[in-house]
């Protein structure tokens, strides 16, 4: 099974970049390395999702290297609202779902 | 179609008792998830349908858990015989699948909590 490690937590301050990296091995050749939001006592919900180099929509970007081995999530000019917990999502080799354990970030003002 | 939602949003039963799940996901979704969430954790993977099969299970999902899609649409999700550690909160997620392995963009649900005292 694939393996994903995340820092736990971290914090920042408002108007900040924040970089969460997820480190993954064993992961699927062919598929995405997808990232979530989730508030509590709310389900996870979509951020953005890569295969590899650098993609960006409206909320971050997502840094994958070469070798796929890490994902680095990047989010511009955080706000108090991005406190949340932030998770990476692989397939293994095996095409079994594998989440990492979240990290939870928190911004001050 | 206001996104999944799932029934009930929370539920406190004693051990041993049997529990059931609704979710309903995006109507024109394929996919179906169920997962299991507790304090501090990611979500577990328990199961996946595309449509009404059911394509995949975990390995450490127990017996006691059971999980239908009779009609391609809603779902749910039976624990018989429930145990302490079964308290957690019950995920549910859809997709459209573009035929690819399950890594496309997933929608969830609220969640049902579980207290099994």
């Known amino acids: 099974l694939a393996k994903t490690t995340q820092p736990i937590s971290m914090d920042s301050y408002e108007g900040q970049e924040v970089n969460i990296t997820c480190s993954h091995n064993?992961?699927?050749?062919?598929?995405?390395i997808t990232w979530y939001q989730q508030f509590p006592s709310q389900g996870p919900r979509f951020i953005i999702q890569?295969?590899?180099?650098?993609v960006t929509n409206e909320v971050a970007s997502l840094f994958i290297p070469a070798d796929r081995k890490s994902s680095t999530l990047s989010l511009p000019r955080v706000s108090l609202s991005d406190t949340a917990v932030y998770y990476c999502?692989?397939?293994?080799?095996?095409?079994?779902?594998?989440w990492g354990a979240g990290t939870k970030l928190i911004i001050k003002p | 179609d206001t996104g999944v939602s799932q029934d009930p949003r929370h539920k406190i039963t004693k051990r041993g008792q049997n529990v059931t799940f609704r979710c309903d996901p995006i109507?024109?979704?394929?996919?179906l998830y169920w997962y299991r969430q507790t304090l501090g954790q990611g979500p577990e993977f328990l199961t996946y349908?595309?449509?009404?099969?059911?394509?995949?299970k975990s390995r450490l999902l127990s017996d006691r858990f059971s999980a239908e899609r009779p009609k391609g649409s809603f779902s749910t999700l039976e624990i018989q015989r429930t145990e302490q550690g079964d308290s957690a909160m019950y995920l549910c997620?859809?997709?459209?699948?573009?035929?690819?392995?399950?890594?496309?963009?997933?929608?969830f649900g609220p969640g049902t909590r579980l207290l099994v005292l």
């Open positions: 997620a859809s997709s459209l699948s573009s035929g690819r392995a399950v890594g496309e963009t997933q929608y």
């Open positions: 109507s024109e979704h394929n996919r």
């Open positions: 349908f595309q449509n009404e099969a059911q394509l995949e």
């Open positions: 064993n992961i699927a050749t062919n598929d995405y």
């Open positions: 890569g295969y590899k180099t650098k």
């Open positions: 999502l692989v397939l293994d080799s095996n095409y079994q779902l594998i």
